[in-house]
């Protein structure tokens, strides 16, 4: 079956500094994929998707490229401020009609100034 | 954020006692699901649905029942709660009205809690 699999957090990192989470997945043909982050006390928001690949998916300064030979997802940024501490999950909902999307367990990310 | 609300954001309720959540959506998207998240198992899913009258269990669907008479409400009930069951709710859809992107808006939560 599908699966996710996410590095073990939490990822302390000091203000500015770069990030990269990393993310690879199992799945049967070509799935999409995605990065949704949780801030404290809401709900997951999407941060990126790529649905093909190659694709690279960017948002709020964050970056993510699909690479089907790697099967990797990885979540990157330059330069990380206080404001992106937040739980971070990779995602991915496989092709064929499934209805289902497949979540890694979350890697929690903490900056501080 | 895709017209989604949850209500009760926050229930404290006694175990034996039934419990429902509900989950409402604005814009007629047809994938809706349950998720329930708990410190060191990140989202897991307890049912889902893909159309008015059409659900289908998740992983952890034992004790939770949905229903989904229409389009823009989906109900999750807990028929006995159980100290277990103390956990944030999250409701999410899934952008589209048929087709499903795998693009899921989340609404807040609501946190239960059973004493």
């Known amino acids: 079956g599908d699966s996710v699999t996410q590095m073990e957090g939490p990822v302390t990192l000091s203000e500015e500094a770069f990030l990269t989470i990393n993310c690879t997945y199992t799945a049967t043909g070509y799935p999409s994929l995605f990065w949704y982050v949780q801030y404290p006390g809401e709900g997951l928001q999407l941060l990126l998707k790529?649905?093909?690949?190659?694709d690279k998916g960017s948002n709020k300064g964050f970056e993510a490229t699909y690479r089907k030979e790697t099967t990797s997802f990885h979540l990157e940024k330059g330069s990380v401020q206080v404001s992106d501490s937040a739980v971070y999950f990779c995602?991915?909902?496989?092709?064929?009609?499934?209805?289902?999307?497949?979540f890694g367990r979350g890697t929690s990310l903490i900056v501080h100034p | 954020d895709a017209g989604i609300t949850q209500s009760p954001r926050h229930k404290v309720t006694e175990t034996g006692t039934p419990v429902t959540l509900r989950c409402h959506q604005t814009e007629n998207h047809r994938y809706m699901y349950w998720y329930r998240q708990d410190p060191g198992h990140g989202l897991r899913l307890i049912h889902y649905s893909y159309g008015v009258k059409d659900t289908d269990k998740g992983e952890v669907s034992d004790g939770y029942s949905v229903s989904r008479s229409k389009t823009e409400d989906f109900l999750l009930t807990l028929e006995s709660a159980t100290s277990s069951q103390t956990s944030v709710y999250f409701c999410?859809?899934?952008?589209?009205?048929?087709?499903?992107?795998?693009?899921?808006?989340f609404g807040e939560g609501s946190r239960l809690t059973v004493l």
């Open positions: 999410a859809i899934s952008v589209g009205q048929t087709s499903n992107t795998g693009e899921l808006f």
């Open positions: 790529a649905t093909k690949a190659d």
């Open positions: 995602a991915l909902l496989s092709s064929g009609g499934s209805y289902i999307p497949t």
